[in-house]
């Protein structure tokens, strides 16, 4: 019988486009979109999940396609206000945006976990298919740069990812588990492919990889494990992916995120700029136009992502 | 020496229009505004003082005259988007005044008072006088209807004050200490005068002198302590103060007010249209135009007010 769940593993921005692809060339039940939390935090006493709110906005088509986060016909009223009350204004909060983080906060504070919420919330959007936090367990992404450690947010947004990187950590990542539905799914034998969105593979897809368990548990869910390069023609369609590579001394190229992910990786997509070096790379590698401008665009990339994964699959 | 301080006990609307009118007849530091904090409560997961922001609103001089409670030029960019993510939108929060309920709800958690979080954003706000809470301390105002108790926010949003109303009680007031600001102004031996604004008796002024100490701190400061009526020709101005005090078996009328702070008031402000029925009353009657629909209204009412205040205490 046809294995039938695909796993996606995504952080924001790329990632999403690609989820909302396999939205709409895979039946609701068959995606599973693993979001990283890594990047969230608590800002003027909210919890706020940039990765998860990017995916979901995406996949609900609320999303904010000029900035790449956050909701379309935003209004920014709140974050006029709060810089003259005395409030924090630099990370960015409009209007509509702001109720998601205050209905979240409100119902974490009344014990439901971030899955839960999560899952309500895409309910009530009509969002089909699933969209889970990597983990129920807080972990929280931290940078060190020259300046010693900061905060993810801090170094991502307030200083705009300016600061060289050094070193990067997953702060409580070793006492987080993966959430139990994807636990499961990644138990259930029917997983046709786990894909790797074209996300950061440092601060978006390393925090998931990182939680205990959860690199063995993509394993040996037995499906093959295919990635969508976040490089074209050496550089990050958007992001840090290239700048932080370089700091981190690794070769900024579709063929150094490949090297990263190492035994992980059974197929791999690359953009046509990108075809030449990477030739020595360790998966499958299939040559695509993997730059995602239109919806057909997300449409074709899913699809010959998948295609790529049933063809690892068929030959096993 | 001329004692300097006016104290002046306020609830929301009417009672922020005299605080306003007294703000601008008196310097900044001879004012110092009690505010009801009976009708606070948690929504969304936010700290909301209903008196507090409205006070606050209005003498910062960005109140909306239009609805009486929140700011002007406001938007509803998130309660338009509240309701659709299963938070509950019957509370209307305005974009703008929602950048004050996560402040404050964050600095609070943060261990501050409510005084020093009220303190911090009036200065922010340029407002010179002081508003402060009636206490740190935590009190909130039930309604006992027909359909037995419910919270003050329920009754008074919620269901627009259609219940009926039996008996208000003011939990853990007995707890409650009164702010200590306003104590210590009481005990300076500085208060020339203690206003009771045109505010609704029962569920805006009781709450603040139901606090264990307060009503004696007034007397005991030795200052006259004068009420403007929050009724004029028989009617509320606005809110529910005649239906309430119908329902709970007193007389609806300028008179009936006075009856019921008892031998608080040393002074009486009533309108012309209630001039005939307040002969028997106790305090000193002053009849006065007490509608304040202008600037200049509020204030004339202030210095109005000061000047009755100023003669019972030129009789001692």
Redesign the interface.
């Known amino acids: 019988m046809r294995k039938r769940l695909v796993v996606a593993l995504s952080g924001g921005v790329g990632g999403a486009k690609l989820a909302l692809g396999l939205s709409r060339v895979l039946p609701a039940d068959e995606l599973l979109v693993v979001a990283n939390t890594g990047d969230d935090f608590e800002h003027?006493?909210?919890s706020i999940s940039p990765d998860i709110d990017t995916l979901t906005y995406t996949l609900a088509g609320i999303d904010n396609p000029a900035t790449g986060w956050g909701?379309r016909d935003?209004?920014w009223?709140?974050m006029?206000?709060?810089g003259?009350?005395?409030?924090e204004d630099w990370f960015r909060l409009?209007?509509?945006d702001?109720?998601?983080h205050?209905?979240r906060?409100?119902r974490l504070?009344l014990g439901q976990t971030l899955s839960e919420v999560t899952s309500?919330?895409c309910r009530?959007?009509g969002i089909g298919a699933r969209v889970l936090p990597m983990s129920d367990d807080r972990v929280r992404t931290r940078v060190r740069s020259e300046r010693g450690w900061i905060d993810f947010q801090d170094y991502f947004v307030r200083q705009q990812c300016r600061p060289v990187v050094h070193e990067l950590a997953f702060d409580d990542v070793a006492l987080a588990r993966p959430q139990a539905e994807i636990a499961a799914a990644l138990r259930s034998g029917d997983v046709r492919a786990v894909i790797v969105c074209p996300s950061n593979p440092f601060i978006s897809v390393e925090p998931i990889l990182a939680i205990p368990g959860m690199r063995d548990a993509i394993k040996a869910s037995g499906a093959p494990v295919v990635a969508v390069s976040p490089i074209i023609g050496g550089q990050a369609v958007k992001g840090p992916t290239a700048k932080m590579m370089r700091e981190l001394g690794l070769e900024a190229s579709a063929a150094g995120v490949a090297a990263r992910y190492g035994d992980l990786l059974d197929g791999y997509i690359v953009d046509h700029a990108d075809a030449d070096g990477v030739g020595h790379v360790g998966p499958q590698v299939t040559i695509a136009k993997i730059l995602m401008k239109t919806l057909d665009d997300r449409e074709t990339l899913a699809r010959v992502t998948l295609d790529a994964a049933d063809a690892l699959a068929s030959q096993r």
Do not use: M, N
């Open positions: 003027l006493g909210l909701r935003e209004t009223s709140f006029d206000s709060i003259a009350l005395g409030g409009g209007d509509r702001l109720a998601l205050v209905e906060t409100r504070r309500d919330i009530r959007l």
